[in-house]
């Protein structure tokens, strides 16, 4: 598309916070609408001690595949807080 030539645009900032085991999905900015309407979650080479992930405070689903834990969640303008929960 060529719409950023008249100013629309998507953006959003996406955060890593180590030591609170945290993934922030900021807001999103722009005029522009996103197509996609999950995001593909895959988590690799966190420790083998037992966890669980939580979005927006909500514990979801998790598949394992291949080692790897993926799960999708749904792609909103708002704010996304993925968080590594040990137990």
């Known amino acids: 598309t060529f719409k950023y030539e008249n ?3 998507y953006e959003r900032d996406i955060v890593w ?3 609170s085991v945290k993934l922030s999905i900021r807001k999103k900015e722009g005029s522009y609408t996103s197509k996609f ?3 593909k979650l ?3 080479q966190f420790p083998k001690t037992s966890h ?3 979005v927006n405070g909500k514990k979801i689903k998790v598949n394992l595949v291949d080692g ?4 999708s969640i749904a792609n ?3 704010p996304i ?3 590594i929960v040990y137990k």
Do not use: A, N
């Not at 790897?68 to 799960?71: D, G, Q, T, V, Y």
């Open 17 to 19: 916070e180590p030591s």
């Open 37 to 39: 309407k999950q995001i």
């Open 76 to 78: 909103t303008d708002k």
């Open 52 to 54: 669980s992930i939580q």
């Open 7 to 9: 100013g629309d645009y």
């Open 42 to 44: 895959v988590l690799h």
């Open 81 to 83: 807080t993925i968080k």
């Open 68 to 71: 790897l834990e993926e799960s």
